[in-house]
């Protein structure tokens, strides 16, 4: 499939720019397209930023601060000699891993044990994030300024209207979306306003990739009914997801399972092959803290890691000039031996998670005895360890992993562009299940109601149950684009301020199919998804509304005078973010997006989260 089936002309009436960012864990990258009416844009990568060499894809995610948080180095200027000795005769604080503090804190994902190293102190991870968003579009600025001809005119027409698409890990929601979108508005990409949020997207790192594959000219067949998958190797996390191609020219995906996210990138065999240097170099000058981290950054990640394909019987490591030897330590001529099976170790929970992962995603999108092609993609994916281990298992099973012929660095900034520009994927499988609890009748001839009696309560005189989680939309359902889902309730409003302030909690659950339906004894397994708040008022009779349930029964009003409501509870997926609002039969909505109804003054309703 060439790049052409999906690349169209831009079909908007203003010089525009829509700039993809890749926050990774470890390393970042920016992509760009200029929008000129009529014309097909092409998507370019930033190649340079300050302190790199030319050609630099990638820039580190760190940052340097003194004390009083004053940034210091930020990007490659926090791998220069100079710097690092600066940062230690100064005591500056080393920020990394900052986008590990927004992911989800109450979703079930294993960290495998990740240090995902401290915040600096007074600062938010919003704040950091924001800090290294702003150094990223003072750079691309820069860039674009300085590679265009016409780049300080083109510049000063663009940048007010500019679009920035976000990539992140499948794994992130509505609430690491938000915190993405205040750190946007921290770093000065938007404004803080209606039009200036609606002007952040977002693109889970599998799509962008999926994206950035067709783009690259990937030899994906036309034919409708084509299924692969997309394996992104981070830093981090390993994000699988499925595809299927619904329509052949214009091409058309549609995702066929729900997204895999797992934390089990390259970050985690850096950490194991520290932990094999701690114990092979034990009591010895090596055996610091600094000196170990050194070897770690320097030898270990930049070649030993990214050369090692398992098949020598051992790797030489460096760990000084050719005059260094210990017998003691099996150092010779400045190297320290480390054997196939220890280095095997270092990625062996990467393999077995991204193994994991795969089969569960071809499990679910196989039909008969079909090859299943798989296309790894992340700067991890560059590892040829990694892909012969995967090759190795599963070739007999029927699943071809391949590495596209592309730039595999900055897949997920490219798609980010695509994203927003010529978006094919059609639909897409709901994630997660989300929901509200609520109250039931009782029912005696049923025995779940009776094993669970201590839950009963009665409203209005009728024995319920509960509460139970009632789900509105399940993991695993396909949707389209802008699909919305409905529940519909009728609730008693028991005081003026009940209606004036009423809530509903929004759930969610990760794990698999059936939904658990207690909530009390389940509710670890659960995590709030946002909190929507309307004004119902409107809806309370003259007679009752001015009046609260105490009063009523002193007036010897009967339970049934107090005002009921009845609405609807809507969830809009469809797109990569997802919009819930509160509708009742007056025909006047109070809508929540993640993305442009937050923070209106205007509006009925808002949101906590």
């Not at 401290?118 to 968003?133: R, T």
Request: proline residues 4%; hydrophobic residues 35%.
């Amino acid at each position: 499939m060439s790049s052409a089936n999906i690349r169209q002309s831009y079909k908007g009436i203003q010089l525009g720019i829509v700039i993809g960012i890749d926050v990774g864990t470890t390393f970042s990258g920016v992509s760009y397209a200029i929008l000129r009416p009529g014309q097909v844009p092409d998507v370019l990568p930033v190649t340079r930023f300050s302190g790199s060499s030319t050609g630099a894809h990638k820039i580190p995610s760190v940052i340097f601060y003194d004390d009083k948080l004053a940034i210091k180095a930020i990007g490659p200027l926090t791998t220069v000699d100079s710097v690092l000795e600066d940062a230690e005769d100064h005591g500056w604080f080393k920020s990394r891993r900052f986008k590990m503090h927004l992911r989800p804190r109450g979703m079930p994902l294993k960290t495998n044990g990740l240090d995902i190293g401290d915040l600096p102190p007074g600062k938010s991870a919003e704040e950091v994030m924001g800090d290294f968003l702003h150094y990223l579009l003072v750079e691309t600025a820069r860039y674009i300024q300085m590679v265009h001809a016409d780049g300080a005119d083109l510049w000063s027409q663009i940048e007010d209207r500019a679009i920035f698409v976000l990539g992140h890990p499948n794994g992130w929601t509505g609430r690491e979306q938000q915190r993405y979108r205040n750190s946007a508005i921290l770093g000065g990409l938007v404004p803080d306003t209606v039009e200036g949020r609606m002007r952040v997207k977002f693109v889970t790192e599998g799509e962008a990739s999926a994206l950035a594959c067709l783009l690259g000219g990937l030899n994906i067949t036309k034919q409708v009914g084509f299924r692969f998958i997309i394996a992104v190797a981070g830093g981090a996390t390993l994000d699988i997801s499925s595809y299927e191609v619904s329509k052949s020219y214009p091409v058309e995906l549609q995702q066929c399972a729900p997204p895999d996210c797992r934390f089990a990138g390259s970050i985690f065999v850096d950490r194991n092959g520290l932990k094999l240097l701690e114990k092979k170099l034990q009591n010895s000058v090596y055996d610091d803290d600094d000196v170990l981290e050194g070897l770690i950054n320097d030898e270990f990640e930049k070649k030993t890691k990214r050369k090692f394909a398992g098949d020598s019987e051992y790797e030489l490591f460096r760990v000084g000039d050719r005059r260094v030897r210990d017998d003691n330590l099996g150092i010779r001529n400045g190297f320290l031996r480390l054997n196939r099976d220890e280095l095997s170790e270092c990625f062996s929970m990467s393999v077995t998670e991204a193994l994991d992962s795969i089969r569960s995603q071809v499990t679910v999108i196989r039909r008969k005895n079909e090859t299943i092609p798989v296309w790894l993609v992340g700067g991890f994916a560059s590892s040829p360890y990694l892909l012969k281990r995967l090759n190795d298992s599963l070739e007999h099973e029927g699943v071809s992993i391949q590495r596209p012929d592309t730039n595999l660095t900055k897949a997920v900034a490219d798609g980010a562009v695509l994203h927003f520009l010529d978006n094919p994927v059609a639909s897409r499988v709901c994630p997660a299940s989300y929901g509200i609890t609520r109250l039931i009748p009782f029912n005696s001839s049923l025995s779940d109601h009776i094993q669970h009696s201590d839950l009963i309560q009665t409203r209005k005189g009728v024995p319920c149950i509960g509460p139970v989680f009632d789900c509105i939309v399940e993991k695993g359902t396909r949707i389209e684009e802008a699909k919305t889902f409905k529940m519909s309730f009728l609730n008693e409003l028991f005081s003026r301020f009940m209606a004036e302030r009423f809530t509903v909690e929004i759930l969610v659950y990760d794990g698999d199919l059936p939904v658990p339906t207690w909530f009390e004894e389940n509710k670890h397994k659960f995590r709030t998804l946002c909190e929507i708040e309307a004004d119902l008022s409107d809806v309370c009779t003259e007679q009752s509304s001015n009046y609260s349930v105490f009063e009523l029964l002193v007036r010897n009003r009967a339970p049934d005078a107090f005002p009921q409501a009845k609405f609807d509870i809507e969830l809009k997926f469809g797109t990569t973010e997802l919009e819930a609002r509160i509708k009742w039969e007056a025909d006047v909505c109070v809508p929540f997006t993640f993305n442009t109804m937050i923070n209106q003054s205007h509006s009925q309703g808002k949101t906590k989260q």
